[in-house]
């Protein structure tokens, strides 16, 4: 056991620099312009996002009509669930109990890496460690590489949203108070093909969640102390002291709390799946 802990702890700079490339691929570079040159401000917020949220907040894309991703991803409750339930209520008529927790929304959804499982590469290292944990991917057990691909998933599911079929999805979105910017967006025939409007409908929403800043505030005092802005006191430090230090908690090693190469802020997590 002890032997594994080094080895992954060992790689951990390699999922931390893998989650850092994900991270820098959503970050516009700073750039040196020539002087004189006039530089559009960079678009931060897409037609396709503001459309995704007007889905993700849709409950009429539900079979009970009265469940939108929102229910349970509540944009005022940090896009986790409103109440204390272990487990929300969904299906046609909101009496299916579902069977995991539901996760918070923020932070992760545009820095988490793909999925990736790397097997032990020689002999001696299988021998001493077996498989490397897998990393990265969306739900508890990595099901999803991309938001897109996830965001199918509650619309369908008996116990969530409860819809039969994308023709039946589609429809309510055809008659949606929004339906002519989506035909603005993706064309005067887009409802003819529901899985073609489908797909579209489910890249707006992860848009939306990639690209709405209320997913990524970074408004804590942690984060306002990495930033400068505030100092910790002592208890605080002390506390965090005892969090990093390999023989107190150690708790960092896996729930990484320094800033990335690139000044991003930590996520408390490297991406692994590991009971
Ligand atoms: C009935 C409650 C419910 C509804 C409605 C719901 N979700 Fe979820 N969501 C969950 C649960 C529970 C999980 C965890 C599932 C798992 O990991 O297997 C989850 C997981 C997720 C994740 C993965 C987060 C991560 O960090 O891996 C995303 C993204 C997400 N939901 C987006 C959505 C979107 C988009 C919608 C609407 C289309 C939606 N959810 C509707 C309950 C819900």
């Given at each position: 056991?002890?032997v594994?802990?080094?080895h ?6 390699a ?12 970050v516009?570079?700073d ?6 040159t ?13 459309l995704?949220k007007?889905l993700?907040?849709?409950p009429?894309l ?6 939108s991703c ?11 669930p409103?109440n204390?339930?272990a ?15 539901v996760?918070t929304?923020r932070y992760v959804?545009?820095?988490t ?5 790397v097997?032990a ?6 021998a001493?460690?077996g ?11 990595g099901?999803?590489?991309q938001l ?6 509650p ?16 429809a309510?979105l055809?008659n ?16 003819a ?17 990639l ?9 804590s ?7 400068g802005?505030?100092?910790?006191t ?12 390999p ?17 991003a802020?930590?996520?408390?997590t490297?991406?692994?799946?590991r009971?």
């Amino acid at each position: 056991m002890t032997v594994s802990f080094i080895h992954v702890a060992g790689r951990r700079p390699a999922v931390a620099a893998y989650a850092a490339a994900a991270v820098a691929a959503f970050v516009v570079p700073d750039a040196t312009f020539a002087a004189g040159t006039t530089v559009a401000p960079a678009p931060i917020y897409s037609d396709a996002a503001s459309l995704g949220k007007l889905l993700f907040n849709d409950p009429s894309l539900s079979a009970s009509g009265r469940m939108s991703c929102a229910t349970c991803h509540s944009p005022s409750h940090a896009y986790g669930p409103p109440n204390g339930l272990a487990a929300q209520f969904g299906g046609p008529d909101l009496r299916s109990q579902g069977t995991g927790a539901v996760p918070t929304l923020r932070y992760v959804l545009n820095r988490t890496p793909r999925w990736a499982h790397v097997q032990a590469s020689s002999f001696a290292e299988r021998a001493t460690d077996g498989d490397a944990a897998p990393t990265g991917a969306f739900t508890w057990d990595g099901r999803f590489n991309q938001l897109r691909d996830q965001a199918t998933f509650p619309l369908f599911d008996p116990n969530e949203m409860a819809n039969r079929d994308p023709a039946k999805v589609i429809a309510q979105l055809a008659n949606a108070p929004y339906a002519a910017r989506f035909r603005k967006m993706f064309g005067d025939a887009i409802f003819a093909t529901p899985a073609v409007a489908l797909r579209q409908a489910m890249y707006a929403i992860e848009r939306f969640e990639l690209g709405d800043p209320s997913f990524h505030p970074y408004t804590s005092k942690f984060a306002y102390y990495l930033d400068g802005k505030v100092k910790l006191t002592a208890a605080e430090l002390h506390g965090k002291a005892l969090f990093d230090a390999p023989k107190s908690g150690n708790c960092a090693s896996r729930h990484i709390d320094q800033s990335g190469v690139n000044g991003a802020h930590p996520l408390f997590t490297d991406f692994t799946s590991r009971p």
